[in-house]
Each structure stands twice: as C-alpha cells, then as structure tokens.
C-alpha cells in the first residue's frame, strides 16, 4: 500500500469527495442568486467510477474517513447507493449537507452505513435565514437536523457561517440553540471561496470576534484533548460536556497539520481548498488506467501540495473554482 505524502511529511488520510456542484441554496457568500453554470452531466463522475477512485483511496493510499460533500451531496440520486458501497470498503463516512431532504434520507443514509453528518445552519431565525439563503427553507433545515439525530448519525454537527451586518450578533442564539437539542456548534471564518469574488478580510468576522461574543454568556476553556489534524478549535461550554468549535481557516490556520485531500465531481485531485491546480483522474480512469496506475497519479499528485494555502502572502490569487465546485 502507498500513502498520500506531500513533501512536508504530511499524509493525507481524510477524502472529501464532491458529488456535484449543484445545489438548492443560493448562500450570499457562496454563489450570486441566479446560480452558476452547472458542470455538464458526461464530465460528472459516474457513480461507479465515484466508487471506484473511493476503494483506490482506501485499499491502494491509506484513507480512512470519507466525506461526501457538494454542491450539496442529497440532490445527487445515487448518493445512498455511493455510501453504502463505500462503507462496504471498511472506511468511516460522513456527509456535508444543508439539510434540505435529509428528513426525507436521513434513515436510508443510516441504513447505508453512513456514521454522521454536518449540517450547514448560519441561522435559526427564519428572516436571516431566507436574507443569507434567498430561500425560505429553515423549517426543513431544523426538520433535517431532528431526523438526523433520530437514525443515529451522530454527533451531529452545524457548521455557521457569521457574516458582518447580517447575522454576526447571533452567535450566542447559535450556540443556545445546538446546546438545547445536543447538536455540536462549528463556527467558520468565512473565507475566500465565492463564485463573485467578493470577500475582504476586513469583512470577515473573525474567530477572536465569535468567542468574545460568545463569552458574554457562556464561560469557555479549551478543551483537553490534543486538536492533532481537527480543523476546529474546540472548547468546553460552562465546563463541559458541551462543546463549541472555531474554524478559524484565515486567522488561525492550520496547514501544517492538514490530514485532507480533496476529489471534485469530475474527477480532480485538488490538494488543499486554495490550491490553483489540480490533477486528472478522470481521464486516466476512462482511458483504462489500472487502480494501481491511478493510485500512482494520485500520490505524484499529492507531492505538489503547498505549505500552507497563502492568504496572508500578497501574491495570493483565489482560486478559479469557487466553494460549490470544490468540495468542503
């Protein structure tokens, strides 16, 4: 077996594969109102050949956790057929999603193996919600969430994003919120991955902010245990159990320990969320490329991987492919 090193000594052990660059949300930091142009059908990975690069991943380069991600991975038709056929390789899966359908899936994903999920909820207030979103869904968002809890995908995780204007002075809702139903908090620094390129630092909210905020009301300490490569930052609530995390991508990051590599719906190997380049394997794989040959590009293509994904340097440039074409 070979492994996913870059040149650092990193070894990537976490997949995140997108399924699809759709999605039925129209976030204001994510993509404009009207959508984006959707990636044609025939440049899409099939669901076996999604499969296949999986079992490469797993039984060729050492992975361990696969999590699927969009777009927004319930609007893919195959997707529970894709988890339980990955599950079935030994691996842990879990999925990223916004919420919408998963009270209609969330047994069936369970059914399929599926070990947990993240929801995206930036706001529990059904005016914000449609102000961030442009769709007036939040009842299915929280009915998603519920369902989730009841299979068994747990724990169950809600990513938010804070946005200047909009939502920053809810953070405290947020977290009393998530606290009451047993769901675990993720707040992310909002970062430069939108399709109109409008991101500022100056406009961010940072995670300094989020937990001065959050400290009116709730009395935090770090948490015990090693971070190692867990992209958030977690800390007790009120000493504990309870917990609340900062992915503070921007302000605080933490490239030198990434575990993660990335796979695109149409079949690219991207090494970090920032990177510039990506590698094909949709080609080699529809050209006949054993899963050894395939394993090989991938590794070739894991040692291209930068230090660190360079916001803070002047000559950094976002990358062409925003959030929902990429894969969380």
């Known amino acids: 077996m070979g492994k996913l090193e870059d040149r650092y000594g990193r070894v990537a052990t976490d997949l995140r594969v997108s399924l699809t660059d759709k999605c039925n949300l129209r976030c204001t930091y994510c993509m404009p109102a009207e959508g984006l142009d959707w990636m044609p059908l025939e440049q899409q990975l099939t669901d076996d050949e999604v499969v296949r ?27 529970v057929d894709i988890v339980a056929r990955s599950h079935a390789l030994g691996v842990e899966t879990s999925l990223t999603t916004n919420g919408l359908g998963l009270a209609r899936t969330a047994p069936a994903l369970a059914a399929a193996g ?18 961030l979103t442009r769709r007036d869904r939040l009842d299915d968002v929280v009915a998603g969430l519920a369902a989730a809890s009841d299979a068994g995908l747990g724990p169950v995780k809600v ?41 500022s630092r100056d406009g961010m909210i940072t995670a300094d902010e989020i937990l001065a905020q959050l400290e009116t009301a709730f009395v935090l300490t770090p948490a015990v245990e090693p971070r190692g490569s867990a ?48 590698s094909d394997l949709r080609a080699a794989l529809r050209a006949g490329a054993s899963d050894a040959e395939l394993a090989e590009r991938w590794m070739v293509a894991m040692r291209g991987k930068a230090a660190g994904h360079g916001i803070d340097d002047p000559t950094f440039l976002q990358p062409d492919r925003p959030m929902s074409a990429i894969g969380g």
């Open 53 to 79: 690069l999986v079992g490469v991943a797993v039984e060729h380069l050492g992975v361990r956790e696969v999590r699927f991600t969009g777009g927004e991975p319930l609007v893919r038709r195959g997707l």
């Open 114 to 131: 599926l070990d947990r999920v993240n929801v995206s909820l930036d706001s529990v207030r059904a005016d914000t919600f449609h102000q």
């Open 159 to 199: 990513n938010a994003v804070l946005m200047r204007g909009v939502n920053d002075d809810q953070a405290v809702e947020l977290l009393a919120w998530c606290l009451e139903r047993g769901y675990e908090l993720r707040f992310i620094e909002q970062m430069p991955l939108d399709a109109q390129h409008g991101w």
């Open 231 to 278: 992209p958030a930052e977690l800390f007790l609530v009120d000493g504990g159990p309870a917990t609340v995390g900062v992915i503070a991508s921007v302000t605080r990051p933490f490239c030198g320990d990434c575990d993660r590599v990335r796979l695109t719906a149409d079949g690219q190997v991207r090494t970090c969320l920032f990177a510039r380049e990506e």
